[in-house]
C-alpha cells in the first residue's frame, strides 16, 4: 500500500491526497493498493500540477499495524503525527486507532540497538 503526501504551501502543514483533494489527517488519506499503481501515479502528477498549492508531494510505503495501515519509514510516521510527538498536542489529540497504530508501528524502518555517534576530528 501507498499514501500520496506533501506540505501545504500556505502553512507547511503535512497533507494526505484524498480523491483529489488534500487532507491534514493521515485517517483520511486515500491508499493506493498495487492493482491501483496507475491511479497512484496518477494523483500524483495531478497534485504536482498544483503547485500553488502543496510543495513536492510524493508517495510514501506502507506497512500493516493491527487492522490499520502506518507509513513503512519512522520519518514518515512522525510527519503523519503532526508537529509534536506529544499525545497531547497537534494531530495526536484526537486519539483513535490510527494514531495509535502509528505511535506504536514496527517495520523494517524503525531503529533497533544502539546508534554509534560518529566522532569529529
Known amino acids: 500500500m501507498r ?10 502543514e503535512v497533507v494526505f491526497w484524498n480523491h483529489g483533494r488534500w487532507v491534514e489527517r493521515f485517517a483520511d488519506a486515500q491508499l493506493f493498493g498495487e492493482a491501483d ?14 503547485p500553488t498549492v502543496v510543495v513536492e508531494p510524493y508517495l510514501i ?6 487492522d490499520v495501515w502506518a507509513p513503512l519509514s519512522y520519518r514518515e510516521r512522525l510527519r503523519a503525527l503532526g508537529p509534536t510527538n506529544h499525545h497531547d498536542h497537534g494531530k495526536q489529540i484526537e ?14 524502518a524503525r531503529s533497533k540497538g544502539r546508534v554509534d555517534l560518529i566522532k569529529r576530528k
Open 3 to 12: 499514501a500520496l503526501t506533501a506540505n501545504r504551501l500556505v502553512d507547511g
Open 37 to 50: 499503481a496507475e491511479a497512484a501515479e496518477a494523483a500524483e502528477g495531478h497534485a504536482k500540477a498544483q
Open 61 to 66: 510505503d506502507l506497512v500493516e499495524a493491527g
Open 95 to 108: 486519539g483513535g486507532a490510527v494514531v495509535e497504530a502509528l505511535l506504536h508501528a514496527s517495520g523494517a
